[in-house]
């Protein structure tokens, strides 16, 4: 790949991490599972795995209350994104989501990307959560999800 590709690439990557957290936080469910390649897989803490456009956005329906009483945003920092071979990339981040009284909870993405016909989607996010502010609503959310 020459320079030009390079940056290209790194840049259209940067967009769809961008857009994950933004349609996430927004309750755009479909859009946010329209990120993910055809098999792409969505992995949340190792608890539960969501395959697909369709199931990603099921999963998404069944966060968005949850979300949504969270009342904040995700802030994503420490982006890394290497070019591992034509049309493939990983990708790793940190995350923190900021509540209306502060951090809430903080966590890694660790990604696998491809080049599909529509762009560069997710082969597969790996979600990890590093920890919780005291009282936070979100572990007991994240148990939920891992359950259904």
């Known amino acids: 790949m020459g320079a030009l590709e390079d940056l290209v690439a790194r840049s259209e990557i940067d967009q769809l991490l961008g857009r994950y957290t933004a349609f996430g936080d927004s309750g755009r469910s479909s859009d946010f599972g329209a990120l993910f390649a055809a098999d792409?897989?969505?992995d949340i803490g190792g608890r539960r795995q969501a395959v697909g456009p369709a199931g990603v956005t099921r999963f998404a329906e069944e966060a968005k209350d949850g979300m949504r009483a969270l009342a904040g945003a995700?802030?994503?920092?420490?982006?890394l994104i290497e070019l591992t071979g034509p049309g493939e990339a990983r990708a790793g981040s940190v995350f923190m989501f900021v509540g209306p009284d502060g951090?809430?909870?903080w966590g890694?993405?660790?990604?696998r990307l491809v080049l599909t016909a529509d762009g560069w989607r997710f082969a597969l996010r790996k979600v990890r959560f590093d920890g919780f502010a005291s009282?936070?609503?979100a572990?007991?959310?994240i148990e939920r999800l891992a359950r259904t």
């Open 40 to 42: 792409g897989i969505l």
């Open 74 to 79: 995700h802030h994503v920092s420490s982006r």
């Open 103 to 105: 951090p809430d909870h």
């Open 108 to 111: 890694r993405y660790r990604d």
């Open 135 to 137: 009282g936070s609503p």
């Open 139 to 141: 572990p007991a959310m």
